[in-house]
């Protein structure tokens, strides 16, 4: 799960971690009231949507009025802002902060995540901080600066003083970042976080440390235990569809292509994307009806596809073990004539009670392709969406 950079930066500053003083605002008016609030004479203007790149999105101003404030407002709040991690359709801007202006020596990247090869808890440390990340590893990997920690024993002090070294640091400055080291990996493990990224993390004139921008991602799995984490989900940042999915039960992620895919088990489901690739298309969605699929979930399922207008053709692919086949071939039989589908659908069933659930698709006269394997499947959906030679 993801939050804004404002919740972000409550949650740093909950563990003392300084962050700029900011206000979060739902319209251009709350903008003007914050500045006003806050005080100064200089302010940044920030659109909150979930993803990074808004800078050069045009999504983050500097004002240096109240007139500029309003301005800048005005022309964020509402804005569909498209960068490089938005995808082409964007997102459109509901939120917004607006924070104090800081004085800035320095910039530097810090970032925290589960290194899962390792087992153990990774810091990233850069100092082309303000800099895409991913842009440093590219073009310049040897300026990213990584120390490893465990849950238990935290990380090797040594290793944080060498990478503060490594990063220009003295003084104050390179004890207050050690410090933060330490304190984000405090957060990173009693908040169940699954990225923390702070970029830039600021040195300013006087040597203080100053959290100027915070991105957060939490592990889905331990909502259960992070009650006030998941009161910040955002559903005005969530696909409309992947909520509606959650409502049934449903594990569901639109994709870019043309074939529909229903499959029992995420593991299942990747292979089933990756074979579809292998034979010349592209899955249209990840879709993960769980291990205890009934007719009306089948039914969701199939109506949360068909909402996408690109769909050539649907391939279902169920291996069943706890799911029994049958229970699946009534589903499909169900959907198919609820929906009045038109598009091709191939199914392939294996498993507990897969001759039944064949024999129900083969009694239905419906139109529906069945296949012997996955490879079969993949072949006949990529044939039948009209997409090989």
């Known amino acids: ?21 900011g206000l979060p605002c739902m319209s251009p008016d709350d903008c003007i009231a914050a500045a006003k609030r806050l005080g100064g004479d200089l302010w940044v203007v920030k659109a909150q949507i979930h993803a990074g790149g808004r800078g050069k999105a045009g999504g983050v101003k500097i004002a240096r009025s109240i007139e500029e404030v309003s301005q800048y407002a005005h022309s964020i709040h509402g804005m569909n802002l498209i960068s490089n991690q938005t995808g082409p359709q964007g997102h459109t801007v509901k939120r917004l902060l607006v924070e104090e202006g800081v004085g800035i020596a320095r910039e530097l990247y810090v970032g925290m995540l589960i290194d899962r090869s390792r087992q153990q808890i990774a810091l990233l440390a850069s100092t082309e901080g303000g800099t895409e990340i991913e842009e440093v590893a590219a073009v310049t990997p040897e300026k990213i600066l990584t120390a490893y920690a465990d849950c238990e024993s935290g990380f090797n002090q040594n290793d944080l003083a060498s990478i503060t070294e490594k990063l220009g640091l003295e003084g104050c400055s390179k004890t207050q970042v050690i410090e933060l080291f330490n304190t984000l990996l ?3 493990i009693e908040k169940d976080a699954s990225l923390v990224e702070l970029n ?3 040195i300013t004139p006087a040597g203080n440390v100053i959290a100027l921008d915070a991105k957060m991602n939490f592990d889905d799995n331990a909502l259960y235990r992070q009650p006030e984490i998941r009161e910040l989900n955002d559903p005005d940042e969530q696909d409309p569809d992947e909520i509606e999915a959650a409502k049934h039960d449903l594990s569901y992620i639109p994709l870019e292509g043309n074939i529909g895919c229903m499959v029992n088990g995420a593991g299942l489901a990747m ?5 579809i690739k292998l034979y010349g298309s592209e899955p249209a969605n990840f879709l993960d009806v769980g291990g205890g699929a009934s007719v009306e979930k089948v039914t969701n399922a199939f109506q949360l596809m068909l909402k996408n207008s690109h769909i050539k053709a649907i391939l279902v692919n169920i291996f069943g073990g706890i799911m029994h086949c049958d229970v699946i071939a009534k589903g499909l039989i169900t959907a198919a004539r609820d929906t009045h589908l038109g598009i091709p659908l191939v199914v392939r069933l294996e ?3 897969a001759e039944q659930g064949k024999k129900l698709l083969a009694d239905s006269g419906l139109s529906i392709i069945t296949a012997k394997d996955m490879a079969d499947a993949a072949k006949k959906a990529v044939e039948a969406a009209g997409e090989m030679a």
């Open 271 to 275: 292979a089933t994307m990756d074979i």
């Open 1 to 21: 799960m993801n939050i804004h950079e404002y919740q972000a930066k409550t949650l740093l500053a909950e563990y003392n971690i300084p962050v700029p003083a």
């Open 200 to 202: 830039p993390l600021v």
């Open 186 to 188: 405090q957060l990173f």
């Open 351 to 353: 498993g507990t009670n």
